[in-house]
Antibody
């Protein structure tokens, strides 16, 4: 059974940092692109970043470029999101999602971890 | 950046009725379009990928159509569990990036 379990969320002050983790199991993690998607309270979904199977390609939404860094450790079946210079507008539930191997979509999602940026 | 516009923002229907949700792209996305269902407090669930293919375990009452810039999600006969928020999403070829529509809330009339 495919499972994605996020952790690392919490309350952080504006300008602070946080590192999210996503533990993957039930599939060959190193064979898939992986993404982070976020959802602000009461709002829609926003794709944040993704990373290629071997980590050689990474892409980001404009609003987080230069502040967030996506990475992965295939030996540990883990995905990460380092978030620096956090702003109030980064407050959201952050989901880890597996990118469909042969089509355009996210076929598995984690349950999400809440990040709150507030003083 | 490709912008996806979903309509209507809210759709009020009764169980048994047919639902038609629209997603329009600001430029062609070929068939790289997916649909998701999200219920309160839950992660999104993939319904349709590549515009018209049902994901594993998705009931046949859900269907997707369209290509280029205009796409439709149809629910042929609404069940009580179908009332939720629906999002469309596209993927650009290169760079490999994604955008979501703003969502359509399907509510019970």
């Amino acid at each position: 059974e495919v499972q994605l379990v996020e952790s690392g969320g919490g309350l952080v002050q504006p300008g602070g940092s946080l590192r999210l983790s996503c533990a993957a199991s039930g599939f060959t993690f190193s064979s898939y692109w992986m993404s982070w998607v976020r959802q602000a309270p009461g709002k829609g979904l926003e794709w944040v970043a993704n990373i290629k199977q071997d980590g050689s390609e990474k892409y980001y939404v404009d609003s987080v470029k230069g502040r967030f860094t996506i990475s992965r450790d295939n030996a540990k079946n883990s995905l990460y999101l380092q978030m620096n210079s956090l702003r109030a507008e980064d407050t959201a539930v952050y989901y880890c999602a597996r990118e469909w191997a042969t089509a355009a979509g996210f076929d598995y999602w984690g349950q999400g971890t809440l990040v709150t940026v507030s003083s | 950046e490709i912008v996806l516009t979903q309509s209507p923002a809210t759709l009020s229907l009764s169980p048994g009725e047919r639902a038609t949700l629209s997603c329009r792209a600001s430029q062609s996305v070929s068939s790289y379009l997916a649909w998701y269902q999200q219920k309160p407090g839950q992660a999104p669930r993939l319904l349709i990928y590549d515009a018209s293919n049902r994901a594993t375990g998705i009931p046949a009452r859900f269907s997707g159509s369209g290509s280029g810039t205009d796409f439709t999600l149809t629910i042929s006969s609404l069940e009580p569990e179908d009332f939720a928020v629906y999002y469309c999403q596209q993927r650009s070829n290169w760079p490999r990036m994604y955008t979501f529509g703003q969502g359509t809330k399907l509510e019970i009339k």
